[in-house]
């Protein structure tokens, strides 16, 4: 038997997702005797098939859409032409040159930093990885997450696909089923759709994307189902596979305009959006040493420093029981690598206030608390609303959909959260995050400049409101409070 390779190293990193690459550059400010395992490819969700190939996509999207409503400007441009081969070849080519800035970046580590193979527990402080064992006083978990879907569907073959092999389509195909109501299938159905494939968004309790709060829901539901069938509470007979076409039986809508009735349609794929798992079932955990729940996750997670339990094992990204975004995935990966750095010196880090986001037109987004978070924690609040329906500037814009709800605590009148569907609301919802995380009151918050016309003054209504609802007290120098008091 021929001696197996040894790597004896001070911190181990499995994954070289955003996660772990944050966990790297951290760790290695505390030791150069570090080790990144990659199962396959280096590189990111992100930049592979997740945030930036999807918004390539979401951008040619967005251009048919201008030159198909053109004409409510007074602007006649003719329907468009959409070529779906160079739509892709442009997603293809930019979506590379991303991946390509990762992987100048990783390249740039020391050879003897990396290895690439599958990473096994087979001990609490040692791993497996192909013929090679690593011995590490520490480790990361950065093994991120993969799609889901029901295993009946594996019937239908290269008919069922995932957002991973959208990215890689050398034309647009004419018809896809989108099953999932979560961002990526919103994302995904809008944008397929507005490039001219015909689309049909199966959706499942009634929820849109990431909102909780009722009254934004129903305007979400409102505006994309002026966009293309879209229906996040589908009643489906049954999916299978006929040839190289997906035939989908399923309970028409009246309010989509459908019969009520059975309905037959075949589309050329079933794109399965329909959530993802961690993949902490892959890396022999029940070796690991770690108290572990019916599901195979690892107990006692500490958020402010990336630890599991009181072990030497950290955990950070999709692996951990976090929010599956980018830069909540960096900031804990920051974390996780400085702490098993500097191990057993530990530092809590007080994380971010919550952001996200959702591409879709008109888009989504949350900043702060989440109204049933706030419900959960039995907080006396009150809500302050607009509906951008008649907001300037959005009408301006021919925009003018959705609406925004800004909860404020009653009394203090400090900001606690925001959920809203509207114009630009990736932008406001960054403004909010800044906000919440600064801890500000309503009234600080309108003492703030608001510009005109800018949709930004849709949120001073919401602001304005739920001020009076909440009888906060007035700031002594605020113009607007005096203004409107």
């Known amino acids: 038997m021929t001696d197996q390779p040894t790597h004896h190293v001070d911190v181990a990193i499995i994954g070289t997702g955003s996660a772990g690459m944050s966990a790297y550059r951290a760790a290695r400010a505390h030791s150069d005797r570090l080790l990144l395992i990659e199962k396959h490819l280096y590189g990111t969700t992100c930049a592979r098939v997740g945030c930036m190939p999807s918004k390539l996509l979401i951008a040619a999207a967005e251009a048919a859409h201008h030159v198909r409503h053109a004409a409510g400007f007074g602007v006649e441009a003719g329907p468009p032409v959409v070529d779906g081969r160079a739509v892709m070849a442009r997603v293809r080519a930019e979506r590379d040159r991303f991946v390509g800035f990762v992987l100048d970046d990783v390249q740039s580590w020391p050879a003897e930093h990396r290895l690439i193979g599958d990473a096994r527990f087979v001990a609490p402080h040692r791993l497996r990885v192909g013929e090679a064992l690593v011995e590490a006083k520490r480790i990361v978990i950065a093994t991120g997450s993969r799609p889901t879907w029901p295993a009946a569907w594996n019937a239908l073959g290269d008919r069922l696909i995932v957002n991973d092999a959208v990215f890689d389509w050398e034309d647009l195909p004419r018809a896809v089923a989108v099953f999932g109501n979560g961002v990526i299938g919103m994302e995904l159905a809008q944008a397929l759709a507005r490039l001219g494939v015909r689309v049909r968004l199966f959706g499942l309790g009634g929820l849109v994307g990431p909102l909780t709060d009722p009254q934004v829901i129903a305007a979400a539901r409102a505006a994309f189902a ?91 990204g999709d692996a951990a029981p976090d929010v599956p975004l980018l830069h909540e995935a960096a900031d804990l990966g920051r974390i996780a690598g400085d702490n098993a750095g500097r191990y057993p010196q530990l530092r809590r880090r007080k994380r971010r206030s919550p952001l996200s986001v959702v591409f879709s037109d008109p888009q989504i987004a949350l900043a702060g608390e989440a109204l049933r978070s706030i419900e959960a924690r039995g907080v006396d609040f009150v809500t302050g609303a607009v509906d951008f329906a008649g907001q300037g500037r959005s009408r301006v814009m021919r925009r003018n959909q959705g609406r925004l709800s800004v909860y404020v605590e009653r009394g203090s009148g400090r900001f606690l959260g925001a959920e809203m569907v509207g114009p630009d609301a990736e932008h406001l919802a960054h403004l909010l995050a800044w906000a919440h995380q600064a801890r500000l009151t309503v009234g600080e918050m309108l003492d703030s400049p608001f510009y005109h016309p800018v949709i930004e003054e849709g949120l001073r209504s919401a602001l304005r409101a739920a001020r009076d609802l909440a009888g906060a007290p007035a700031e002594p120098d605020c113009l607007d409070c005096r203004l409107m008091d």
């Open 226 to 316: 002026q966009d293309y069938r879209f229906d996040p509470e589908a009643e489906v007979a049954s999916v299978t596979r006929e040839g190289d076409q997906v035939v989908v039986r399923y309970r028409g809508k009246p309010e989509l305009g459908e019969a009520d009735a059975e309905i037959e349609e075949r589309f050329d794929y079933l794109l399965a959006a329909t959530g993802r798992r961690p993949n902490l079932d892959l890396i022999g955990l029940e070796h690991s040493g770690l108290a572990l729940d019916a599901r195979g996750t690892p107990l006692g997670f500490d958020p402010a420093t990336g630890r599991i339990g009181d072990s030497h094992i950290f955990i950070a």
